[in-house]
């Protein structure tokens, strides 16, 4: 029922933008000295794990659409595309390593899944 509120049609992420996405991420994470522990860009969403001083899920999401927008507009030039991203997403608060582990191997995990997926069949 998502679909009848949708303005655009769905982002599919080829491989190309797959590698922009994960560059842009890694390039926020860094100019906000925010640590990676787990990253999977998919064909339509992403996975991050990461942590920092001082900074908050709702922040990051924030700064990771943001960079990730530009990054796509400027390899899409011609598009007429004003959003990249659904409004939102799942943040949380990892507060022990266990739930940090956890949600790392939940994205290497996915990752996998994906890697094993072959839509041509």
């Known amino acids: 029922m998502a679909r009848v509120?949708?303005?655009?049609?769905?982002?599919i992420l080829d491989e190309r933008d797959k590698?922009?996405?994960?560059?842009?991420?890694?390039?926020?994470c860094t100019f906000r000295s925010w640590e990676i522990h787990a990253l999977s860009v998919r064909?339509?969403?992403?996975?991050?794990?990461?942590s920092g001083e001082g900074c908050n899920p709702e922040k990051i999401l924030q700064?990771?659409?943001a960079y990730g927008s530009r990054?796509?507009?400027?390899?899409?030039p011609s598009s007429s595309r004003k959003h990249w991203w659904t409004?939102?997403?799942?943040t949380r608060y990892l507060n022990d390593t266990k739930s940090q582990d956890a949600a790392v191997e939940y994205v290497l995990s996915q990752?996998?899944?994906?890697?094993?997926?072959?839509?041509?069949?």
């Open 5 to 11: 509120n949708l303005t655009e049609f769905p982002v």
């Open 63 to 65: 700064d990771v659409k």
């Open 87 to 90: 409004r939102g997403g799942s």
């Open 19 to 28: 590698k922009v996405i994960d560059a842009a991420i890694r390039e926020t």
């Open 43 to 50: 064909s339509n969403h992403v996975h991050l794990v990461v």
């Open 71 to 76: 990054a796509l507009n400027a390899g899409h």
């Open 111 to 121: 990752d996998m899944k994906e890697e094993r997926f072959d839509p041509t069949l």
